[in-house]
Nanobody, 126 residues
């Protein structure tokens, strides 16, 4: 499985960006997919995740209400729509996937994911 993320860039506070992650290779009906981010001197943190069969997407408290994750199965693409961006959202954003449903207690843990995109930089200026 390969993940290719894109869509990052420079935006002013209050603006919007949409990140895309194209998934290629063998994928099954059972999966966990999501977005993480990492800023300098910080650990990689979860932004949003979803598991196959779940109706709800998990969002971190930091982005809840501002970011929306969606998936286009026909295009094998995962999206992250980011609105009302803040300077503290500045980070490298990574898409991630695991070929099984990760247990609930571990979906926010980056080490639980097997596959990673290369990262795309989002910079929000004040």
């Amino acid at each position: 499985v390969q993940l290719q993320a894109s869509g990052g860039g420079l935006v002013q506070a209050g603006g919007s960006l949409r990140l895309s992650c194209v998934v290629s290779g063998r994928t099954g009906s059972s999966y966990t997919m999501g977005w993480f981010r990492q800023s300098p001197l910080k650990e990689r943190e979860v932004v949003a995740t979803i598991r196959s069969g779940d109706t709800n997407t998990y969002y971190s408290d930091a982005v809840k209400g501002r970011f929306t994750m969606s998936r286009d199965s026909a295009k094998n693409t995962l999206y992250l729509q980011m609105n009302s961006l803040k300077p503290e959202d500045t980070a490298v954003y990574y898409c991630a996937a695991h070929a099984r449903r990760i247990i609930s207690s571990a979906i926010r843990t980056s080490t639980a994911y097997d596959y990673w995109g290369q990262g795309t930089l989002v910079t929000v200026s004040s």
